[in-house]
């Protein structure tokens, strides 16, 4: 028995020492991972929360105020006003964004000839809308003597406005840049379409459903889970624009704080008035707000996204 025994500890001791030696190559590959997540992501992280409780204007050292950060910015009135427009932003934008990708998914969907140049042009817009260069043409496109208004001219209206330095127009004009941005959502979608066997229209044709009918009943349906990834995504991201409202109003959120963003107000506070406390109490109140419209998106997901399960 007590050969036994011992033969029964080397066995289970060599599973160890084996297990663990099989796993020092992958500790080896993961580590700049984990060291890059705990250096540059989890320390700032940290870092952020004190300084949110601190008067910090980087050159001395922070104070601890408190809550004082967060109850200042409850009567900052141009911090109310970026939340109504990053609030207009997110909630027009995104829903349209959608609509339009899925609309051109289900065309190129039907199969036609240069699918693939198609495919490649149409995403282009996604990889390019957040850079300076296209921010800078889409202000040129819709000031007083842009191609928005030599094209509308054509028709005999005569505009000479500046849309991007019209109050009333010029948050519009960035919604207009995100829904040009609809590439990415859109080669989702695509995938998601291919994905529907094509027996559920047969059937569906043979029971008399017409097209309308057939998309209502089964592609969206059978399409909600990409759907949901699609806005909880376009959701996150849209409450992260920045580059196109500093671009298009110079830094200042102008024409009279129409396009001051959220992240706009956040720069401007931090690295322009030198209020890093103020900062990243913002910071934080962002992820909260990110936090909750995602959660809120999974708990009524239960009523209109459908799984195979």
């Not at 011992?6 to 500790?27: I, M």
């Not at 759907?227 to 500093?246: C, E, H």
């Amino acid at each position: 028995m007590s050969y036994a025994a011992e033969f029964a500890s080397l066995v289970k001791n060599r599973g160890k020492h084996d297990s663990y030696t099989d796993n020092k190559p992958a500790y080896v590959f993961l580590a700049p991972w984990i060291i890059g997540a705990v250096c540059l992501s989890l320390v700032p992280m940290i870092v952020s929360v004190y300084l949110s409780f601190t008067k910090y204007n980087m050159l001395t050292s922070p104070k601890w105020v408190g809550v004082q950060n967060f109850t200042n910015l409850m009567k900052d009135t141009r911090y109310i006003h970026s939340l109504e427009v990053t609030f207009t932003y997110v909630i027009v934008s995104v829903p349209l964004q959608l609509m339009a990708a899925l609309a051109l998914a289900v065309v190129l969907d039907r199969g036609m000839r240069g699918l693939t140049f198609y495919r490649s042009a149409f995403y282009l817009p996604s990889m390019m809308g957040g850079s300076v260069a296209i921010a800078v043409l889409w202000k040129m496109v819709f000031g007083a003597d842009g191609l928005f208004n030599r094209f509308m001219n054509v028709f005999g209206l005569n505009l000479t406005q500046s849309w991007v330095a019209n109050p009333a127009t010029a948050n519009w004009t960035l919604i207009v840049l995100h829904i040009w941005q609809f590439g990415s959502p859109m080669v989702i979608f695509l995938a998601g379409l291919r994905q529907i066997p094509r027996e559920l229209y047969e059937a569906a044709s043979v029971d008399g459903a017409g097209k309308g009918r057939q998309f209502l009943s089964i592609t969206l349906p059978m399409l909600s889970p990409i759907i949901f990834f699609n806005l909880v995504m376009s959701i996150i991201n849209s409450f992260q624009t920045f580059t196109q409202a500093f671009i298009v109003s110079g830094g200042t959120g102008g024409p009279s704080d129409s396009t001051l963003f959220y992240t706009l107000y956040l720069y401007t506070q931090g690295f322009g008035q030198m209020k890093m406390g103020y900062a990243a109490a913002m910071a934080w109140i962002l992820v909260v707000i990110v936090a909750v419209f995602t959660l809120l998106n999974f708990a009524l997901s239960k009523y209109w996204v459908h799984y195979d399960d």
